[in-house]
């Protein structure tokens, strides 16, 4: 399966993004999804996760009460809502699917998409 996130930006604090993970060549309804995101000069970090049947959600403290992540399989798309945006966000986003439930929050994903930008600055 072939990931694709979209729907980065430049966005002022306090604002909002949704971010799209578009699956293809694949079902995304057969894996679990992942967003993860690294800032410059920092190592890729976990941020949320959410299973096959959308049922349960992970999320790092940073993004617990903030970020949002769902589902639409009719779609193929995985999103995560960002809301209460703050400049410590800014990273590129990654999304990532495996078909392990275990471990969600490592980096160890089978499928990887390219990244989308989000910086956070006024």
């Known amino acids: 399966v072939q990931l694709q996130a979209s729907g980065g930006g430049l966005v002022q604090p306090g604002g909002t993004l949704r971010l799209s993970c578009a699956a293809s060549g694949g079902t995304l309804s057969r894996f679990h999804v992942g967003w993860f995101r690294q800032a410059p000069g920092k190592e890729r970090e976990f941020v949320s996760a959410i299973v096959i049947s959308g049922r349960n959600t992970v999320y790092a403290d940073s993004a617990k009460g903030r970020f949002t992540v769902s589902r639409d399989d009719v779609l193929n798309t995985a999103y995560l809502q960002m809301s209460s945006l703050k400049p410590e966000d800014t990273a590129v986003y990654f999304c990532?699917?495996?078909?392990?439930?275990?471990?969600?929050?490592?980096?160890?994903?089978?499928?990887w998409g390219q990244g989308t930008q989000v910086t956070v600055s006024s």
């Open positions: 990532a699917a495996r078909t392990s439930i275990s471990q969600l929050t490592s980096g160890t994903y089978d499928y």
